[in-house]
């Protein structure tokens, strides 16, 4: 009998056919499979010639090449595909082996597979896996969640292809249940903001007259600072891209797509209650842009600012706005931290901030020098309640804060659309603020359904008032909650 594999993995689209070269490339043995079988022999003949892979040529083949306990990973469309797959394995898997799916699934479907297949004695890991292909091949990010007594399982395989930072890996235990593609989704979410608020600064280049080697310059200049991230990169590359007809960006449609994880950050947000603004902007933002037809027909009726869009000095204004857009991220990762604290209340996870912050540092879309920040925030004090009463980013959002401000007033004045900068500005003022307006908020409230209300010093106690009593007389009762 031939070697037995450590790892199968299911599923030879790019991803899957990346992440098995990868795991071969550290030394483990992968066996393929996938539903449509002659996959599974071209990859051997092509991609994986002259490797250690072995194929299958049905599950219960894969199955019976595997050393136990079986580790089975999937990297299969997320939905259906999986369960499909997972009903498949289940009668042939022995109690205490291992399905890892390492696709985009939605959080709720791993926690429900985790219950599942804890009652059939078998393990279960969701992992978020970011990078796309060239990630898959020379280290992701690996999010892994679900079955805790399946991290020593995978734990070398794992962190062994992972992306490094330094020495470490973007790889730790994430948590129970679906806490690793939760993680992942808020990665996608924030990944979101990022790119908003990086087209904002481009919308604001043009609007100054910045042409376009100029604005690549720009973000090259950002680049060497704290603003030093894969996207802020790629965005200077894009900038700087011709082809025979000259610069491509300006002849793209300007309508976004998206897949729908962003959206997803933002559901999971307005279920949770916490106010992850940015993102909720920047799926917005995509949806605005979508209706290319519509704005093309409200730019002949509807009017705006007339003036010059001008500046005293340019380069004092560029500044400006790479200020803005670095206090608007810590706004975002703030905000984004927020919502993984509340989820963690609502799961019982004990998630790991830091090591989320080193998660995303290398591999990643959003892979930069700010997430080493941000790591190092979580490791000065792990019970760090949010990101923006760190020291570090507190002294950041006060050196830039004035930058801010006056980017976010500018832009309205010239009527250039800034969602994220503006709600990022609006979040920190609100989050600051010692009294909100919120009372009236409460009266009315009171005023038209009898909600009641709390009087300051003496929280706990509701209180109504019949506000329209005769006289002007305001009664009011009291009665505990
Ligand atoms: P295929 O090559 O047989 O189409 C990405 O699409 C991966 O997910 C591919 O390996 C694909 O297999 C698999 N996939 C997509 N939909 C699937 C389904 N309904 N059942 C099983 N595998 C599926």
């Known amino acids: 009998m031939s070697q037995k594999a450590d790892i199968a993995l ?69 939905g259906s595909a999986v369960d499909a797959f997972i009903d498949q394995l289940v009668p042939l898997l022995s109690p205490g082996d291992l399905i890892i799916d390492g696709g985009n699934s939605e959080y709720q479907d791993t926690a429900r597979r985790c219950d599942e297949l804890k009652k059939k004695n078998l393990l279960y890991v969701g992992s978020g896996v970011s990078g796309g292909e060239e990630g898959a091949r020379y280290g992701p990010s690996l999010m892994p969640g679900g079955h805790k007594e399946a991290w020593p399982l995978i734990k070398d395989i794992f962190q062994s292809i992972a992306a490094k930072s330094g020495s470490d890996p973007c790889c730790e235990w994430v948590g129970e249940g679906g806490a690793g593609h939760f993680v992942k989704m808020v990665h996608n979410g924030i990944e979101y903001g990022d790119m908003q608020l990086i087209c904002e600064a481009y919308d604001l280049m043009k609007a100054l007259g910045l042409n376009q080697k100029e604005m690549a310059n720009a973000f090259d200049e950002w680049n060497k600072g704290e603003l030093d991230s894969f996207l802020i990169e790629i965005t200077r590359d894009i900038l700087n891209y011709k082809d025979e007809n000259g ?39 995509r949806c605005l842009s979508a209706l290319k037809e519509e704005r093309v027909h409200a730019s002949k009726q509807l009017s705006g600012p007339s003036g010059k869009k001008s500046v005293a000095e340019r380069a004092q204004f560029l500044n400006h706005i790479k200020n803005a857009l670095y206090c608007s991220k ?35 879309i959003i892979r930069s020098r700010f997430l080493g920040n941000i790591k190092e925030a979580y490791t000065r004090n792990p019970q760090l309640s949010n990101l923006l009463l760190d020291d570090f980013f507190k002294k950041a959002i006060q050196s830039g804060q004035e930058s801010w401000r006056q980017v976010v007033s500018q832009a309205v004045l010239w009527g250039v659309p800034v969602p994220a900068l503006s709600a990022a500005l609006a979040f920190y003022d609100g989050y600051r603020a010692e009294k909100l307006p919120a009372n009236l908020l409460q009266a009315q409230r009171d005023y038209f359904g009898a909600h009641t209300y709390e009087l300051l010093g003496k929280e706990g106690k509701f209180v109504h008032t019949n506000w329209t009593g005769t006289g002007g007389n305001v009664s009011a009762s009291t009665y505990d909650a």
């Open 10 to 78: 299911i599923g030879l689209a790019v991803m899957g056919q990346n992440l098995i070269l990868n795991m071969d490339s550290h030394g483990f043995v992968v066996c393929a499979y996938n539903r449509t079988v002659d996959k599974v022999t071209h990859f051997l003949n092509h991609e994986a010639k002259g490797t250690k892979v072995i194929g299958a040529t049905s599950l219960a083949d894969m199955v019976s090449k595997l050393k136990t306990p079986r580790k089975i990973m999937l990297l299969v469309k997320a």
């Open 247 to 285: 610069y491509l960006l300006e002849r793209i449609r300007d309508t976004a797509g998206q897949k729908g994880t962003g959206k997803w950050t933002a559901i999971a947000a307005l279920q949770y209650g916490v106010p992850v603004t940015l993102i909720g902007e920047a799926v917005f933002f």
């Open 330 to 364: 810590i706004v975002s990762y703030a905000q984004g931290f927020m919502l993984m604290r509340e989820a963690a209340k609502e799961f019982d996870w004990n998630l790991n901030y830091g090591g989320i912050a080193l998660m995303w540092r290398g591999g990643c």
